[in-house]
């Protein structure tokens, strides 16, 4: 995906996550990324340096997890991740000019490290701008100016990008042009 598609700071690094799981152009049908990368520390550590390494026993958990947080993408302020604040609570404090407020988790896991990212961005305001395509279900972060984007992408911007949007007007042109 294009640097369009990033999100700020440690959301990168909660996108990267949701993006474990993954529908492939090629093949269309589901892939999950996320049991195999926890075997893999370098991958681990390369894909998501700030969320420390969890494992196998959390596998589950972590599954659920973005299970949840992909349900409530785009959304405001999704009280659907309560019962995941509660399991995993966090604390706030006061820090310096340049991030004024630190979002810390009260344990060490994968699992509060990425919640306390979450609580993060949703005091930022810049969790309802992490969004998944409808066609590919690829997060992306929506940096249009009035939170309008839709799809992951309007072009093929790498040899495996998938032009989303445009295939999308595609398809309903084609539909409408049927219809007449």
Known sequence: MSATSSAPGDLEQVRAFLN???LPHETRSPADDLPSLITRATDW???LPDIPRPGPGDLDELLALRTDLRAVLGHPAPAELRAW???????VTVGDEVQPLRYRPVDSGAAAVIMAMVAAA?????WARLKSCPDCRNVFFDHSRNRSRTWCSMYAETPDGRACGSISKVRA???RRRGN
């Open 122 to 126: 949703l005091a930022g305001q810049q």
């Open 20 to 22: 474990t799981w993954r």
């Open 85 to 91: 604040f509660a399991r995993h609570p966090v604390t």
């Open 173 to 175: 042109y084609r539909k």
């Open 45 to 47: 550590r390369t894909a």
